[in-house]
């Protein structure tokens, strides 16, 4: 057999070593909803936030670890890449379509809970709401009727590849703002950057 991500017996990184893995995952579980987050590591990490010994819900209740994880974070340490939100994204419009909604019921289901209620003190501006189109081709939205429901996303491949959400994403960074503070609240955490920045 084959193996597309060795070259001379080593790997070519630890990334072709991650994509391996998760090949093999998804082959062991017949299954594509598989995420994988990858982090940047950039000049302010020192990597005293990933304490050893602790439980992940103890790791969630610390605000350091919550900031390196949230989405589209400015700061400097520890930085999620942008393709991880975009697959939880597409994780739940799979959850959506294996539930019975529509495309149109999944994508107003997002919008009641990602952007519902939406309040900001710095600006008027609202974010802009996501549609079909933000997650499928124009095209491919013109051949679905309102009861159709999204295809199946493979999370594998939208991990790695650019999709309309990244696009969508890119040109909305009230948006990005808004995610950041629905994802901090979840975690009963304030959400206190001002910019957002996009990590690929």
Not at 141 to 146: H, N
Request: with cysteine.
């Amino acid at each position: 057999m084959c193996d597309i991500f060795q070259r001379d017996g080593m790997w070519d990184s630890w990334t072709d070593l991650f994509i391996r893995i998760e090949i093999r995952l998804k082959q062991l579980l017949c299954h594509s909803a598989i995420l994988r987050p990858e982090y940047v590591f950039t000049g302010g990490y020192t990597g005293d936030i990933w304490k050893k010994g602790r439980t992940v819900s103890a790791a969630l209740k610390d605000s350091a670890v919550i900031k390196a994880t949230w989405p589209y974070s400015p700061s400097e340490g520890t930085l999620v890449k942008v393709k991880w939100y975009e697959a939880v994204l597409y994780c739940a419009l799979n959850l959506c379509t294996s539930n019975k909604l529509s495309h149109s019921q999944s994508v107003q289901l997002l919008n009641e809970i990602l952007l519902h209620p939406f309040t900001s003190e710095e600006t008027e501006m609202t974010p802009s709401k996501f549609v079909p189109e933000s997650f499928v081709n124009k095209s491919f939205c013109a051949t679905m009727s309102v009861e159709d429901f999204f295809p199946s996303f493979d999370l594998s491949a939208v991990q790695g590849k650019d999709t309309p959400l990244s696009r969508f994403l890119e040109g909305n960074p009230t948006l990005l703002e808004q995610l950041c503070k629905v994802y901090c609240a979840s975690f009963g955490a304030i959400h206190t950057e001002s910019k957002v920045a996009l990590s690929s």
